[in-house]
């Protein structure tokens, strides 16, 4: 006679608890947080933002955990890798977010520059990153300068001119008038470097603005200057190509590349003829990287 066996389906493990997070994890999430927040720092130069780097990368927990930290203080996480660090831009939000209004009152007693200021920074991003595919590509690096931002700004001034005067559109704005359009025909008309006895630039000259913009992307580690010629000489960084990359989708961007920029590699301005039809109603206030109000 055999003897009957009941089978019966193993247990499954019961699941295992998450780990609590400790306060020295918390204190490590805000400290890789607060790297990001020093765009000049290079993780290849600094053992403890590597070290944090490598951890975010391995240890999935700890990412959510320095991601949550990000978001706590309004900053939105671009990228997390050797070559740009944590990469964060502030949410319009965040008391970390810099405004177009804010860097002009910096940067100019005139309120009214505020169109040059943000058209200087959509003209050095236009000219960084001609093409989607540069954008797309890490390995790019885009090159810009001083006197080739505020060439471009003027060929592209001439060219809104010449359609304005044959389509029979007033080509004398007043000069609060809002928008980007208007503010490159005032972009023409202000002297390129000022009209002082021994040449030296002025800041409310058109290339003054633009070595204002560079600079301020030079100190929040988007470019990395490496010469002095034609006004100075420009390379961009990863996170230069992060940011925008970002915003690559705002308005003005995409309708001042629609002017037809010819790709280059020394920082020299160069146009294309615009397609027929194209609408360059720039909106105001547009200036990569601020915040409009």
Request: glycine fraction near 8%; charged fraction near 25%; proline fraction near 6%.
């Amino acid at each position: 006679m055999s003897e009957h066996v009941e089978w019966s389906e193993p247990e499954a493990p019961a699941p295992t608890a998450p780990a609590a997070v400790t306060p020295a994890d918390a204190a490590d999430a805000a400290r890789l947080v607060s790297f990001g927040l020093q765009p000049k720092l290079q993780p290849a130069r600094d053992q403890e933002y590597a070290d944090l780097l490598r951890r975010y990368r391995e240890d999935p927990p700890f990412a959510r955990l320095a991601d949550a930290v990000a978001t706590g203080l309004g900053l939105i996480v671009l990228e997390v890798s050797p070559r740009a660090g944590m990469a964060v831009t502030a949410a319009e939000d965040s008391v970390f977010a810099v405004r177009m209004g804010d860097y002009a009152r910096r940067t100019s007693a005139d309120g009214g520059d505020r169109f040059l200021h943000g058209l200087a920074h959509l003209a050095v991003a236009a000219m960084a990153f001609p093409r989607p595919e540069d954008l797309a590509d890490d390995g790019y690096i885009g090159r810009v300068t001083v006197n080739g931002v505020d060439a471009f700004v003027r060929q592209a001034c001439r060219r809104l001119e010449e359609r304005a005067a044959e389509q029979g559109e007033n080509t004398d704005p007043a000069t609060d008038a809002p928008g980007l359009e208007a503010a490159w025909r005032i972009w023409v008309r202000r002297s390129s470097t000022g009209a002082t006895k021994d040449a030296r630039r002025l800041a409310g000259s058109t290339t003054g603005i633009v070595a204002k913009a560079v600079a301020f992307l030079t100190e929040s580690g988007f470019l990395q200057r490496t010469g002095d010629d034609n006004g100075g000489t420009y390379r961009t960084t990863a996170r230069y190509q992060l940011q925008v990359r970002d915003m690559a989708g705002s308005a003005a961007l995409a309708e001042l590349l629609e002017l037809g920029v010819v790709p280059v590699t020394d920082g020299t301005p160069t146009l294309l003829p615009p397609e027929e039809g194209d609408d360059l109603d720039l909106v105001a206030d547009a200036g990569l990287p601020f915040h409009s109000s």
